[in-house]
């Protein structure tokens, strides 16, 4: 299966980058426009629903327009910020590590969280910074000096990654025929949330021991916003006989997924795809991988359950777990931390649910 790039031709690869590999099987996800999107186009909005529905994972050419291309630049931006942030040594790295604040903002360290029943441990640290710090919304949390110099920047990626969210959020809302701004009332920039940037590094792996970086999982908020430049993102398509196939990174595109929020809302409707993350195919594997991740989701207070107001959305058969948007995200943001893991499928998400609505 090779991604669908019938849209346009651009480059495939990153400058200074090692190519990614013609010859291993890819994710056929659709590609949508940022330009077509904003400007209303029925087709592209028919094939977000699409998309959302079939597997919630999608291309977004941020390159063909002005709301784009500037959060093509901060993303940039961002690449350098978090290479110099995990520069940093290990001892001062770790002072941010709140999670036995249970909080999940901060710093992970490599090893720190399962990535499968058997305990392997993950090979990826990654930072995490809160929206509602940078914001100004709540208090700001301690960090590394090389983050408190790039708030603004952080600001800026933040805004502009939350403006795509809306846009993504409002025109789903309207594919459900939902009551106007249902959706991203759900979302607001100012409230209280969930929201955040993870920078993330994935060092290369022994040759002789190649196996998962990151386990498998879904999502836990909205909407997810992914920067990358080498491959090692795998999704599992629906299906009972399908097969790990990677996603290849685009240049000028953002590589979007929905998250359980989006499944619950719609009671199954929309997917939050099972996804993990490998050692890069071919020559890739020999480099570090960063990674830049805006992650949307429900207000703390939100209580994830299906929305009423829709003719789209499938009836219940079955009760629905009461669980607010920040308990949700607790149990899935720290469920698999190697110091308080005590059951592997709690810290799941909903990729039972979705498959069990398409079956």
Same mark, same amino acid.
């Given at each position: 299966?090779? +991604?669908?790039?019938?849209?346009?031709?651009?480059?495939?690869?990153?400058?200074?980058?090692?190519? %990614?590999?013609?010859? *291993?099987?890819?994710?056929?996800?659709?590609?949508?426009?940022?330009?077509?999107?904003?400007?209303?186009?029925?087709?592209?909005?028919?094939?977000?629903?699409?998309?959302?529905?079939?597997?919630?994972?999608? #291309?977004?050419?941020?390159?063909?327009?002005?709301?784009?291309?500037?959060?093509?630049? &901060?993303?940039?931006?961002? %690449?350098?910020?978090?290479?110099?942030?995990?520069?940093? +040594?290990? &001892?001062?790295?770790?002072?941010?590590?709140?999670?036995?604040?249970?909080?999940?903002?901060? #710093?992970?360290?490599?090893?720190? @969280?399962?990535?499968?029943?058997?305990?392997?441990?993950?090979?990826?640290? %990654? #930072?995490?910074?809160?929206?509602? /710090?940078?914001?100004?919304?709540?208090?700001?949390?301690?960090?590394?000096?090389?983050? $408190?110099?790039?708030?603004?920047?952080? @600001?800026?990626?933040?805004?502009?990654? $939350?403006?795509?969210?809306?846009?993504?959020?409002?025109?789903?809302?309207?594919?459900?025929?939902?009551?106007?701004?249902?959706?991203?009332?759900? $979302?607001?920039?100012?409230?209280?949330?969930?929201?955040?940037?993870?920078?993330?590094?994935?060092?290369?792996?022994?040759?002789?021991?190649?196996?998962?970086?990151?386990?498998?999982?879904?999502?836990?908020? +909205?909407?997810?916003?992914?920067?990358?430049?080498?491959?090692?993102?795998?999704?599992?398509?629906?299906?009972?006989?399908?097969? !790990?196939? #990677?996603?290849?990174?685009?240049?000028? $595109?953002?590589?979007?997924?929905?998250?359980?929020?989006? *499944?619950?809302?719609?009671?199954?409707?929309?997917?939050?795809?099972?996804?993990? *993350?490998?050692?890069?195919?071919?020559?890739?594997?020999?480099?570090?991988?960063?990674?830049?991740?805006?992650?949307?989701?429900?207000?703390?207070?939100?209580?994830?359950?299906?929305?009423?107001?829709?003719?789209?959305?499938?009836?219940? /058969?079955?009760?629905? =777990? =009461?669980?607010?948007?920040?308990? !949700?995200?607790?149990?899935?943001?720290?469920?698999?931390?190697?110091?308080?893991? &005590?059951?592997?499928?709690? @810290?799941?998400?909903?990729?039972?649910?979705?498959?069990?609505?398409?079956?």
């Amino acid at each position: 299966m090779q +991604s669908q790039a019938n849209q346009k031709d651009i480059p495939n690869n990153f400058p200074g980058i090692p190519p %990614f590999p013609d010859d *291993v099987s890819t994710a056929p996800l659709l590609r949508l426009s940022s330009g077509k999107l904003l400007a209303g186009d029925p087709t592209e909005h028919e094939r977000l629903f699409q998309a959302s529905t079939d597997i919630g994972f999608f #291309y977004l050419d941020l390159s063909d327009s002005k709301q784009g291309t500037s959060l093509l630049d &901060d993303a940039d931006n961002l %690449f350098q910020v978090g290479e110099s942030l995990f520069e940093l +040594s290990a &001892d001062e790295k770790t002072q941010y590590d709140f999670s036995a604040q249970n909080s999940y903002f901060g #710093y992970k360290a490599q090893g720190a @969280a399962v990535v499968d029943k058997q305990g392997n441990l993950d090979r990826n640290e %990654f #930072y995490n910074v809160s929206k509602d /710090d940078i914001l100004g919304i709540t208090n700001p949390l301690p960090a590394p000096e090389i983050l $408190h110099k790039n708030r603004s920047k952080l @600001a800026s990626f933040m805004q502009g990654s $939350h403006e795509i969210v809306t846009l993504i959020l409002n025109t789903l809302n309207d594919q459900l025929t939902l009551p106007k701004d249902t959706l991203s009332n759900l $979302h607001r920039q100012q409230a209280v949330s969930g929201n955040q940037v993870r920078f993330v590094k994935a060092p290369p792996q022994p040759v002789d021991d190649r196996r998962t970086a990151m386990g498998q999982h879904t999502d836990f908020g +909205s909407v997810t916003v992914l920067f990358n430049r080498l491959g090692g993102l795998q999704v599992l398509p629906p299906g009972t006989d399908a097969e !790990w196939v #990677y996603v290849r990174p685009l240049p000028g $595109h953002a590589i979007i997924n929905l998250g359980d929020a989006m *499944v619950k809302f719609t009671n199954g409707l929309f997917r939050s795809n099972i996804h993990r *993350v490998v050692a890069p195919p071919g020559l890739q594997a020999e480099s570090t991988r960063y990674s830049l991740v805006y992650f949307a989701r429900p207000e703390d207070s939100v209580m994830l359950r299906r929305l009423e107001g829709s003719d789209r959305i499938p009836v219940l /058969d079955q009760t629905e =777990e =009461e669980i607010s948007s920040k308990d !949700w995200i607790l149990r899935r943001g720290l469920g698999r931390r190697v110091d308080r893991v &005590d059951d592997f499928e709690k @810290a799941a998400g909903t990729e039972q649910l979705s498959r069990r609505i398409k079956a």
